[in-house]
């Protein structure tokens, strides 16, 4: 490994606060809560997100951290021989949440935390999950909040903007849909035992999951203390791939309720028009300040709603599903 390289350089310094169990012989101790994170073709970001995750502390007991590839075409070698104590899996079938259940299945501990592979844990996120799932461990399911990552702060790019408002609202999402992200959630393992496992990419499968537990008298609660950091999509192309995901998840979840044409068509209207409403959300949101950064965030929202409403007219001309646009090049 080159000395240059600072993904390298972090790999090589942050395993200082939470004890991770040895990779070698039996382990010496059931650890407090497996962290589960999937991966498909980021490893300078899974280096970054294991680096934030080795540096948690826990008031006492261990954790163990499984690293499920889903698939890649980019090479994790380097990240591997950096984290010996991880375990290292795969799971060759396509989408995130069946990565997630493989981890599961792998996994030691009465607690679940999950964490994107993109994504960064911060300081005490750990400790918040396991707290709150060990509060209620016969009923535990936890969702925390995920912030933008922004690159320079005080002169955001127009997607940092607009993720910042829209990216990531896991407190709306908790409170009105009964699911959390997957990126930042926590759970007893006897609950997602109860629940059932992640649904493929067919659908969205942490909507899907929070609302089969919620169903099951397992609703998710916010815990904002419970914090990690999520990267602007890199350019207007990325925001495409993620909603493309989404309305083909929306698309097949209309057509198995026996929705109409027409009201799939009225949808696709309600994104032009709800442009000029959504707008003041970036002069009311605290997680913005200067006028700049709003216009360029208003910007964006008024680009991806256009986009949005065409290929929702799209997608119900051809039947495309998720399967069609699942990225897998690194």
């Known amino acids: 490994m080159m000395a240059s390289d600072p993904v390298t350089d972090a790999l090589?310094?942050?395993?200082l606060g939470l004890s991770l169990e040895p990779a070698p012989g039996p382990p010496p101790e059931t650890p407090r809560v497996s962290v589960i994170i999937p991966h498909l073709n980021t490893p300078r970001l899974l280096a970054k997100c294991l680096a934030s995750v080795a540096a948690q502390r826990l008031d006492h007991g261990s954790a163990e951290i499984i690293v499920v590839d889903n698939g890649s075409q980019a090479s994790i070698a380097e990240v591997q021989a950096a984290y010996p104590q991880v375990r290292w899996l795969d799971e060759p079938h396509p989408g995130p949440g069946l990565a997630r259940n493989t981890g599961i299945r792998a996994a030691r501990s009465a607690t679940l935390a999950f964490i994107d592979a993109d994504c960064t844990a911060a300081p005490g996120w750990?400790?918040?999950?396991?707290?709150?799932?060990?509060?209620?461990?016969g009923r535990a399911v936890i969702g925390g909040d995920i912030h933008i990552d922004f690159q320079s702060p005080p002169r955001l790019t127009g997607i940092e903007a607009y993720e910042a408002?829209?990216?990531?609202?896991?407190?709306?999402?908790?409170?009105?849909?009964?699911?959390?992200?997957?990126?930042?959630?926590?759970?007893?393992?006897?609950?997602?035992?109860?629940?059932?496992?992640?649904?493929g990419i067919a659908i969205a499968e942490d909507l899907d999951w929070g609302r089969r537990a919620y169903a099951a008298g397992y609703p998710t609660r916010y815990c904002p203390a419970m914090l990690v950091r999520h990267p602007a999509r890199s350019d207007f192309a990325a925001l495409i791939r993620k909603w493309q995901?989404?309305?083909?998840?929306?698309?097949?979840?209309?057509?198995?309720?026996?929705?109409?044409?027409?009201?799939?068509?009225?949808?696709?209207?309600?994104?032009?028009?709800?442009?000029?409403v959504e707008a003041v959300k970036f002069f009311?949101?605290?997680?913005?300040?200067?006028?700049?950064n709003r216009l360029r965030g208003i910007a964006v929202l008024a680009r991806i709603r256009a986009f949005r409403a065409a290929d929702m007219l799209h997608v119900m001309a051809t039947g495309e599903d998720a399967t069609s646009v699942w990225n897998r090049a690194p």
Do not use: C
């Open 165 to 199: 408002v829209f990216g990531f609202r896991q407190k709306l999402y908790i409170e009105a849909k009964h699911f959390s992200v997957t990126a930042n959630l926590a759970m007893a393992a006897s609950v997602h035992a109860a629940v059932g496992p992640f649904g």
């Open 284 to 292: 009311v949101s605290p997680r913005l300040s200067g006028l700049g």
């Open 126 to 137: 750990l400790q918040a999950a396991v707290t709150a799932v060990e509060a209620d461990p």
């Open 12 to 15: 090589t310094t942050t395993a």
């Open 245 to 276: 995901r989404h309305i083909r998840h929306d698309w097949h979840e209309h057509r198995s309720k026996g929705r109409s044409g027409w009201a799939w068509r009225l949808r696709a209207l309600a994104m032009i028009v709800s442009i000029p």
